[in-house]
């Protein structure tokens, strides 16, 4: 009687060792994030700044999966909303997430969640592929941050002041990412 008690709890221990883990690389997939915000480029013609962030949610959402990388950009965003300032250039609180910037942040939740997923089925195997993965997520952030954008300097000026500026900086940020991902991964998989 004594072992299946012994096993339950090395079991349950085991399960919270994981928890613990699983939350450390959550909360710092976020600061990352917030970290990489921190480097912003102010555009004269459009509310949407440059920043590191997308580079950040491409290495979350390939090192943390679809399930963490999602929560930790969620999270992410509850710290900003909440009036930490881990938002481009340090900004904060919950007007960001209804303001014209505000799709780019629900994309980078769901552009994480999607590279995650495709890296859980092998996205993540060759430089090519991990190359397409990013430029999924980017055009997940590109469309939700546009479309949002669009609602307050119209579909025009969105598509010319939202994404076409940011083309060439993305695909130098997808291309670092590729070649930071395995430095990621090892980061990440010591914390496991």
Avoid: C
């Amino acid at each position: 009687m004594n072992r299946p008690l012994a096993l339950s709890l090395t079991a349950r221990l085991g399960v919270r060792q994981r928890g613990l883990q699983d939350a450390l690389l959550i909360f710092g997939g976020s600061l990352l994030v917030a970290a990489l915000a921190q480097v912003r480029i102010p555009l004269p013609f459009t509310p949407v700044p440059i920043t590191g962030q997308t580079l950040g949610v491409f290495l979350v959402g390939a090192t943390l999966g679809s399930h963490r990388a999602a929560l930790s950009l969620g999270l992410y965003l509850l710290e900003g909303s909440m009036g930490l300032p881990v938002f481009a250039g340090g900004a904060a609180g919950s007007v960001h997430l209804f303001g014209p910037t505000g799709g780019y942040l629900l994309g980078f939740v769901v552009a994480a969640y999607v590279i995650g997923w495709l890296a859980e089925r092998g996205w993540d195997r060759s430089m090519g592929r991990v190359a397409l993965m990013f430029i999924v997520g980017e055009t997940i952030i590109l469309g939700l941050g546009s479309l949002v954008l669009a609602r307050f300097i119209g579909l025009e000026r969105a598509w010319l002041g939202g994404v076409l500026p940011f083309l060439p900086g993305d695909a130098l940020k997808a291309l670092l990412a590729v070649l930071l991902l395995p430095t990621a991964r090892k980061v990440a998989d010591s914390h496991l």
